[in-house]
């Protein structure tokens, strides 16, 4: 059953094997927000060539889109990381509207946010093709608050769709989360206390 697949083993499995032959592949990686991508990002750059796209049309209001955005230029850049490439997308908060009309009052969680993940992991899909990377993933499943089976099973979806592999993970394991809070406190990186949306807000 889905349930019972442990993401983190897949993953760990991927990575072993492409050591093996000592590649190091190009992963496009969709972040939702600097925080998410701090853990993320200092685990898997040891093994991927990472491009970083921000691709977040359901933040509002845009000011915070843009605070948001600031603080994500201001992880790498603290960081330091080497192989990683951020990629600004578009920010067209009209096409979430569009995308979440009549789910406007679902809870946190359901349906809304749903349509939403999937939105933004087809758009990481199509721009891993462009790019011609190896992969695409998304730095979601580092959240308590997203539900890694829906994100990863989504994901999976959209491969088979796209012919464009994915990245399976679970990156909230390894205490992923908990680095991840440690890392914006040791780099003064803001923490937002919503998702993004104003639904959410």
């Given at each position: 059953?889905?349930?019972?697949?442990?993401?983190?083993?897949?993953?760990?499995?991927?990575?072993?094997?492409?050591q093996?032959?000592?590649?190091?592949?190009?992963?496009?990686?969709?972040?939702?927000?600097?925080?998410?991508?701090?853990?993320?990002?200092?685990?898997?750059?040891?093994?991927?060539?990472?491009?970083l796209?921000?691709?977040?049309?359901?933040?509002?209001?845009?000011?915070?889109?843009?605070?948001?955005?600031?603080?994500?230029?201001?992880?790498?850049?603290?960081?330091?990381?080497?192989?990683?490439?951020?990629?600004?997308?578009?920010?067209?908060?009209?096409?979430?509207?569009?995308?979440?009309?009549?789910?406007?009052?679902?809870?946190?969680?359901?349906?809304r946010?749903?349509?939403?993940?999937?939105?933004?992991?087809?758009?990481?899909?199509?721009?891993?093709?462009?790019?011609?990377?190896?992969?695409?993933?998304?730095?979601?499943?580092?959240?308590?608050?997203?539900?890694?089976?829906?994100?990863?099973?989504?994901?999976?979806?959209?491969?088979?769709?796209?012919?464009?592999?994915?990245?399976?993970?679970?990156?909230?394991?390894?205490?992923?989360?908990?680095?991840?809070?440690?890392l914006?406190?040791?780099?003064?990186?803001?923490?937002?206390?919503?998702?993004?949306?104003?639904?959410?807000?």
């Amino acid at each position: 059953m889905e349930n019972k697949r442990n993401f983190q083993r897949e993953l760990d499995k991927i990575i072993s094997e492409h050591q093996k032959n000592n590649e190091k592949p190009t992963l496009l990686l969709h972040s939702c927000c600097g925080p998410c991508s701090s853990y993320v990002l200092e685990y898997l750059n040891q093994y991927f060539k990472i491009k970083l796209f921000f691709f977040n049309p359901n933040i509002q209001p845009e000011e915070e889109y843009q605070k948001r955005l600031t603080e994500q230029k201001k992880l790498l850049e603290k960081m330091n990381f080497s192989d990683v490439e951020l990629i600004e997308g578009e920010y067209d908060s009209d096409s979430f509207f569009k995308a979440v009309k009549g789910l406007e009052n679902e809870l946190e969680g359901g349906k809304r946010c749903e349509v939403c993940i999937k939105m933004r992991l087809k758009k990481a899909a199509e721009m891993a093709a462009l790019y011609n990377a190896d992969y695409f993933a998304s730095t979601l499943t580092v959240s308590p608050h997203k539900n890694a089976i829906y994100i990863n099973s989504t994901g999976e979806a959209i491969a088979k769709e796209l012919d464009m592999p994915y990245l399976v993970s679970d990156f909230k394991k390894k205490n992923g989360y908990k680095r991840s809070v440690e890392l914006c406190r040791i780099f003064e990186i803001y923490r937002q206390n919503y998702c993004g949306c104003i639904f959410s807000q």
